[in-house]
C-alpha cells in the first residue's frame, strides 16, 4: 500500500483586531461549513447581540448545588450562544429594566411570585423572550413544576439555612402570555423512525418529518427541520379569549397522547423518582402542538367597569414556548458533536433558530440547518404507521376489556357484603364478622382475579407487538427480495431484445446469402 500525506486541520482561530474567534477542534460531527462562517462573521462584526439568561433553579450558569454538595458546571447551550451573542446573567428580583435583544428563561415555573410578576412586566412589554417550560424535568425531577419549593433538596439537610421560597402562579404567567399549558400534563408518541431505539419508552418523543404536520414549514425557525427529541414534554394551546397569535412550531403524531404527572413519579423521604406508568398509553386522535410562536398586540379588558373612552395601552408579546428544557440538556450538544451512532437531531439547531428568529437576526439559519437529508421508505414508514395504529387500538380494547371485568368484579363483592349488612336475622356484631370474613374471602379471589386478567391483558398486548414486528419483518424481507431480484430484469430484458434482434438481422443477412450464391 502506498503511503500519502495531507494537511488535517484540528481546531482553526480567526482574528481580526482586537477579536478573536477560536474551534479548539472540529469533531465529527460538527457542521463545519456552518461554524466557519459563523466564526468569520462574528470575528469581523465587533457589535454583538446582546442575550440575556434569567437566573432560575435551572441554573444554566452553572452554581452550587446543595443535594449533591458540589459546583455544577454550566450548561453547554450558553457556551453556544456565546459563539455567537453577548450572554448575561439577569436577575428578576428587581424590575428588568436593562435592554436585551432576547431573554432565554429556563424553568419559569421555579420563579417566586415576585419576580414572576416582574418577568411577566417585562414580556408584556413586547420584549423577545423564549421560555423553556417542561412538566417533568429528566436531569431533577425535584424541579419538576409539581413539586414544592425546595423538593430537590438533600432531606438530611433541609432543617439547615432559610426556606425556599414558595413558587409563583405559573398558570396565570402562562394564560397572560396567551398560552393554555398544564404543569402536570406530559406528552408521549409511538412513533419512533429508529429500531435500535424501540426499547425506548413513548414519552420520548421523537418528532420526524415523514409526518407532514411535525414542523411548521412556514415559520423560519422551523422551516426545513429533520428530526428533534424530546424526553416527557408537555403540550400547549392557544388559551381561550386571548388576542395574540399562536402558531404552532412542533407537532406530535396521531398517535399520541397524554398522562398525569402523578402516573410516571413516585414521591419518598429521599426525593422524587421516576416509575414506569401505572396505566397504559390511549391515544388522542389529535397531535399536540410542543413548541409555539406567541405574538402580537392585547388590549386590556374594558367590560369590568373600566372607562372605555380612555386610553388604553396594549400589552405587547413576542415570545417563543417549547414545553421541554432536557432537549438542550449536555447529551444532545455531546451527539451533535461527535454524531453518536451516526444519529443526527436537530434539538440545537431548532434552539438556535429561535433565539436567531428572537433577536431578529436569521442570517445563519438557513446555513445552519444545512445537512444530509435522508429519504426513509415510504412503504414500510407507512406500514409502521398503519400497525402501530392497530396495536394501540389493540391495547385500548384490552384496557377497556380488563377494566371492565375488575369493575363487575367489585360490583359482586359489594352486592355480597351489602346482602350480608341487610339481614335481619343477625346482630350488628354478628353481620360484622360475617361482612369482615367475605370481604376477606372476596377480595382474595378478586385479586387473584386481578392478577389473570392483568396477565391475559399483557399476553394480548405482547401478542400485538409481535404481530406488528412480524408483519414489518415480512415487509422488509420482501423488500429485499425485491431489491435483489428486480434490478437485473431490466438489463436482462434489454440483453434479451439484443439477442433477439442480433440473431434476427443474422438470419437475415444469412438468408441473403444464399439467395446471391443461387
Not at 398558570?171 to 399549558?181: I, K, P, Q
Request: hydrophobic share 40%.
Amino acid at each position: 500500500a502506498q503511503a500519502s500525506f495531507s494537511q488535517v486541520f484540528m481546531g482553526v482561530a480567526f482574528t481580526c483586531g482586537a477579536e478573536e474567534e477560536v474551534i479548539p477542534f472540529f469533531d465529527r460531527g460538527l457542521p463545519v461549513e456552518y461554524e466557519l462562517t459563523r466564526s468569520i462573521r462574528v470575528v469581523a462584526k465587533t457589535n454583538r447581540k446582546k442575550i440575556g439568561v434569567l437566573n432560575t433553579e435551572a441554573k444554566l450558569f452553572g452554581g452550587f448545588d446543595f443535594q449533591s454538595m458540589r459546583s455544577t458546571p454550566p450548561w453547554p447551550v450558553v457556551d453556544e450562544l456565546k459563539k455567537q451573542y453577548d450572554v448575561e446573567q439577569v436577575s428578576a428580583s428587581e424590575p428588568i429594566e436593562e435592554e436585551y435583544d432576547a431573554l432565554l428563561i429556563a424553568l419559569p415555573s421555579s420563579l417566586p411570585q415576585k419576580e414572576m410578576d416582574h418577568l411577566q412586566d417585562y414580556m408584556e412589554a413586547g420584549n423577545p423572550t423564549l421560555l423553556l417550560v417542561d412538566p417533568l424535568t429528566i436531569i431533577n425531577v425535584g424541579l419538576s413544576p409539581s413539586e414544592k419549593a425546595g423538593a430537590n433538596m438533600n432531606p438530611f439537610m433541609r432543617n439547615q439555612g432559610p426556606p425556599p421560597k414558595e413558587k409563583g402562579d405559573i398558570h396565570a404567567l402562562m394564560t397572560a402570555l396567551g398560552v393554555s399549558w398544564n404543569k402536570a400534563q406530559i406528552i408521549w408518541d409511538q412513533y419512533n423512525p429508529h429500531p435500535d431505539f424501540a426499547h425506548l419508552q413513548p414519552e420520548i418523543v421523537f418528532v420526524g418529518a415523514n409526518n407532514p404536520e411535525a414542523f411548521n414549514q412556514e415559520h423560519t425557525a422551523s422551516a426545513g427541520l429533520q428530526e428533534l427529541v424530546l424526553l416527557f414534554p408537555g403540550s400547549l394551546r392557544k388559551a381561550a379569549d386571548s388576542d395574540y397569535d399562536f402558531q404552532p412550531l412542533v407537532k406530535t403524531t396521531p398517535a399520541s397522547g397524554s398522562l398525569n404527572y402523578s402516573q410516571l413519579v413516585q414521591r419518598s423521604f429521599f426525593g422524587v423518582q421516576l416509575v414506569q406508568p401505572r396505566f397504559g398509553h390511549r391515544p388522542n386522535p389529535a397531535a399536540y402542538t410542543m413548541a409555539a410562536h406567541i405574538k402580537g398586540e392585547s388590549f386590556p379588558d374594558t367590560t369590568n367597569g373600566a372607562d372605555s373612552d380612555t386610553t388604553q395601552t396594549p400589552t405587547r408579546v413576542n415570545a417563543m414556548v417549547i414545553a421541554d428544557l432536557d432537549f438542550i440538556s449536555q447529551q444532545f450538544f455531546q451527539i451533535r458533536q461527535q454524531a453518536v451512532g451516526n444519529l443526527n437531531f436537530d434539538n440545537v439547531t431548532f434552539f438556535l433558530n429561535c433565539m436567531d428568529v428572537l433577536v431578529g437576526d436569521e442570517s445563519f439559519i438557513t446555513l445552519r440547518k444545512k445537512r444530509v437529508r435522508h429519504r426513509t421508505l415510504e412503504t414500510i414508514e407507512e406500514k409502521k404507521r398503519e400497525f402501530r395504529e392497530e396495536q394501540l387500538k389493540e391495547e385500548q380494547e384490552a384496557e377497556a376489556e380488563a377494566s371492565q371485568a375488575l369493575a363487575e368484579a367489585q360490583k359482586r363483592l359489594s352486592e355480597k357484603v351489602a346482602e350480608v349488612r341487610q339481614r335481619t336475622d343477625l346482630d350488628d356484631r354478628t353481620k360484622e364478622i360475617m361482612a369482615r370474613n367475605l370481604q376477606e374471602a372476596e377480595q382474595r379471589k378478586l385479586d387473584a382475579l386481578k392478577n389473570k386478567i392483568e396477565a391475559k391483558k399483557e399476553a394480548r398486548i405482547q401478542r400485538s407487538k409481535e404481530e406488528m414486528e412480524a408483519k414489518i419483518r415480512s415487509i422488509q424481507s420482501n423488500i429485499k427480495v425485491y431489491s435483489v431480484f428486480l434490478p437485473p430484469l431490466p438489463v436482462l430484458g434489454f440483453g434479451i431484445f439484443i439477442f433477439v434482434r442480433r440473431y434476427k438481422r443474422e438470419k437475415e443477412g444469412a438468408a441473403a446469402a444464399r439467395r446471391l450464391r443461387a
